[in-house]
């Protein structure tokens, strides 16, 4: 149930690597390659939750930007107001409405985990995740990135990339209890990497909430 949910997730055509004969570890560097010049990645994405049985709460959509690291900034129009950001060591996140910061480590939250491990060659390199072709749809190929030491944050990693900078279209990340977060992005775009794009302004009477 829960491999035909992920793979109805990922929405991937199966098919033949093709010509270019680049393997997992290798499609893992290049999207690495394309952070690592002092540029973000930049897209509109649809953020879901699905639970194992396979109901979904309402997607959220915003704009995500990703930099070498584990860094990335999370900001929704839908809900307004609401953030999550991330310097590569700490998860900062604010809901709309809302006064109180949540504060946890990169290590405890699921989506930001995925991402360090994606995208923080120092703190997880390519051969700490093992990775298998899983489908080929065009110019975009899914790759199922298992970690080594899989935890319940992260059981599987699937991300559909692309050959040519800017390279991730999609991300599902599977967790210890069987529950998925999927990342579809549009408008993907390089960028310049803004200066105080992981610090997160919080109210003057904001309440912090650590775990």
């Known amino acids: 149930m829960i491999r035909r949910l992920f793979a109805l997730l990922l929405l991937w055509i199966p098919g033949h690597a093709g010509a270019d004969d680049c393997d997992p570890a290798c499609r893992l560097e290049r999207a690495r ?26 997607p959220m959509r915003g704009t995500l ?14 809900p307004a107001g609401s953030a999550v950001v991330s ?30 491990a994606l995208f923080s060659p120092g703190q997880a390199p390519a051969d700490a995740l093992q990775g298998r072709e899983v489908g080929r749809s065009g110019p975009w190929t899914v790759v199922e990135f298992t970690p080594s030491s899989p935890t319940a944050l992260a059981r599987r990693i ?3 990339l692309g050959d040519t900078c800017p390279l991730v279209r999609r991300i599902v990340v599977e967790d210890g209890a069987g529950n998925f977060i999927r990342l579809t992005f549009t408008n993907p775009r390089t960028v310049p990497l803004p200066a105080d794009a992981f ?13």
């Not at 604010?94 to 991402?115: C, D, G, K, Y």
């Not at 610090?199 to 775990?211: F, Q, R, W, Y």
């Open 158 to 160: 699937a991300v559909t």
């Open 65 to 78: 930007l990703i930099a070498s690291g584990g860094r990335f900034r999370l900001t929704y129009t839908e």
């Open 87 to 116: 310097d590569g060591r700490t998860v900062r996140a604010i809901a709309s409405r809302s006064t109180s910061v949540f504060v946890e480590a990169v290590s405890r939250n699921p989506l930001a985990a995925a991402l360090c």
């Open 199 to 211: 610090s997160l302004s919080t109210p003057p009477d904001a309440t912090i909430v650590s775990p």
């Open 33 to 58: 390659a394309c952070l690592a010049k002092g540029e973000a990645f930049m897209a509109d994405v649809q953020h879901e939750r699905i639970h194992r049985s396979g109901k979904a709460a309402p």
